[in-house]
């Protein structure tokens, strides 16, 4: 079954700093969200990538899935305390009976320092 | 909108205890999922439904049951609660291919 992995799992920046956590797939993605997690609540749905190539902004997060639609990087640029929280990828894949299993990565936990 | 909601957001159990926590939906979305998230093992699946009346399994099911005789509500039982159960869970629901909408989480402790 398709997995998804996640790198770093932790990451400390200084506010200001630019920032790229990574997610691989080892099959092909047909679909690859990305999520926020704060502590003690739900996961937030930032975006969602599907062509290969493609590139989404929203304020300072930039995410891209690449050509060949198993990788996919999350970018922010200068980072503040409110980027600081647990960033999860995840993915659809179908199944035979039509329906979607939905895959997550294990996430990346950023600590942005003020 | 209140998307999905959690009910409830926290609450302790002594081991052998029996609870059940409900997960609402108000986008009429057909499928609703059941994940715990542990530290380190990310969020696993332990039942899904594709509709109203139909549950499945997920990866991580046992010591849990599930209903879903209402479209909008997904219910999910403990028997009889085990220290291991202790996670925070959370319900999810989408219409298809779509992102998943989480609700904010139970925070569930076993003693």
Redesign the interface.
Known sequence: SQELEQSPQSLIVQEGKNLTINCTSSKTLYGLYWYKQKYGEGLIFLMMLQKGGEEKSHEKITAKLDEKKQQSSLHITASQPSHAGIYLCGAAEPRNSGTYKYIFGTGTRLKVLA | NAG?TQTPKFRVLKTGQSMTLLCAQDMNHE?M?WYRQDP????R?IHYS?GEGTTAKGEVPDGYNVSRLKKQNFLLGLESAAPSQTSVY?C?S?S??????????T?LSIL
């Open positions: 999905v499928y999922y380190g093992m990310g969020l699946l594709v959370f999810a989408t298809g291919r779509q992102p998943q909408h989480f609700g904010d989480g925070r």
